[in-house]
């Protein structure tokens, strides 16, 4: 076996699982999930990697692992760890090996808390451990291994239901799978004749469960207002509930890129201008002093809204630069397919239209015509415009 990172972590688990088995039962504690004094070891650690302090919320993982290395828990969250290093820009696998190493460690030990000790426990860090790995895998386009992570992380969570007074973190799982089981009926067809062998869901319900994790759980209440502001924003049309849940994100956790680049998209989207733009203006100089987490794809974001606002207030100059400056960040990192780098040379396009250089106008619209896929409303937009021109 070639010892890279993640062997040697999965090694490490094994080992510590093996020996495990040795001690009395009764003289390790295998129910951390109703622990209180684990909360309050865990809170600032916790808190430090949602506010993207990654060294410093790892180090206290380190030390969960020492006092506990016979539980799943440690090797979970330090797996979340990792995860959130790649939440900002999906794109990039640089912590692909670590997050994945972490999260066999935590089948392994998970299995054997299953097995021998705390069959619920073990059932939800199971569930969470192949969720994890499932999305990762379905980021990634490893469609197949992500169908296979699925299939084992909803049979433990089929476990947990019922269980929701043992942990309010047990209600997170069921809170999913009511709302997506549904939500995959409605959204994809095609996949109705497999889904019959699934018990049915309940969006709104889901919803409900979500909301109710987000107030009561302890480990997972980031993760369900993350979801819960996603939901709300892109699915259920509440844009005002989810503005709610990223301000306070947002305001909870302030150097977390993605919850901050969320909130901000709700504000220009919700035309909060002056509050997003500075924001956005912020957002911009956290990429220049290189901030964990902020990086281009979070630039293309701010730089367009920032482009925007400036065209709205008829401030043609800014607006420009604005809008060049996402369009550098999507080309930088190959997110030229993509919307806002369509909008970026759309708007462009308008402006100079406006500054009567229909010339410009024309190369910005054909730009826009040739790159943009036949359904997407900026190449039908450009297209108009050409056609008038």
Request: charged share 30%; net charge positive.
């Amino acid at each position: 076996m070639k010892l890279d990172v993640k062997n040697i972590i999965l090694l490490v688990g094994i080992l510590v699982s093996f020996f495990g088995k040795g001690q009395p039962k009764d003289s390790l504690d295998y129910n951390l999930l109703q622990n209180p004094f684990i909360q309050i070891e865990a809170t600032e650690a916790i808190n430090s990697m949602y506010n993207f302090e990654f060294t410093k919320s790892n180090n206290h993982f380190n030390y969960l692992k020492k006092k506990y290395p016979w539980h799943p828990l440690p090797y979970l969250l330090t797996s979340l760890n990792y995860w959130w290093r790649i939440v900002p820009n999906v794109e990039n696998e640089e912590w692909d090996d670590q997050f994945l190493a972490y999260i066999d460690t935590t089948q392994v030990l998970a299995k054997t808390l299953y097995k021998e000790h705390n069959e619920i426990e073990g059932a939800f860090f199971l569930a969470a451990a192949y969720a994890f790995e499932g999305r990762l895998y379905s980021e990634r386009g490893w469609y197949r291994k992500a169908a296979v992570a699925g299939k084992n992380s909803l049979k433990y969570f089929q476990y947990c239901r019922g269980h929701e007074t043992y942990s309010p973190e047990l209600l997170f799982g069921d809170a999913l799978f009511n709302y997506y089981s549904e939500w995959i009926r409605e959204n994809y067809p095609w996949l109705r004749p497999i889904m019959w062998v699934f018990p049915k869901g309940n969006k709104e319900e889901g919803i409900k469960q979500l909301k109710e994790v987000s107030r009561n759980a302890f480990y997972s209440r980031t993760e369900a207002q993350y979801y819960l502001m996603r939901l709300l924003a892109s699915e259920e049309n509440d844009v005002r509930g989810a503005l709610q849940v990223a301000q306070y994100l947002n305001e909870s956790f302030p150097e977390n890129a993605y919850f901050e680049r969320y909130y901000l998209r709700l504000l220009y989207q919700t035309g909060r201008y002056t509050k997003a733009e500075k924001m956005s203006k912020g957002v911009l100089a956290k990429i220049d002093s290189s901030k964990v987490g902020y990086e281009e794809n979070s630039g293309r974001y701010a730089a367009f809204f920032l482009g925007h606002i400036y065209e709205l207030r008829k401030k043609y100059d800014l607006a420009k630069e604005y809008y060049d400056l996402s369009m550098d960040f999507a080309e930088r990192i190959g997110a030229t397919d993509k919307g806002y780098y369509f909008y970026s040379l759309l708007h462009l396009g308008i402006i100079a239209e406006k500054e009567e250089d229909k010339d410009l106008a024309r190369s910005y619209y054909k730009r826009v015509k040739k790159e943009a896929d036949r359904k997407h409303d900026a190449r039908k937009s450009a297209k108009r415009r050409l056609e008038r021109l």
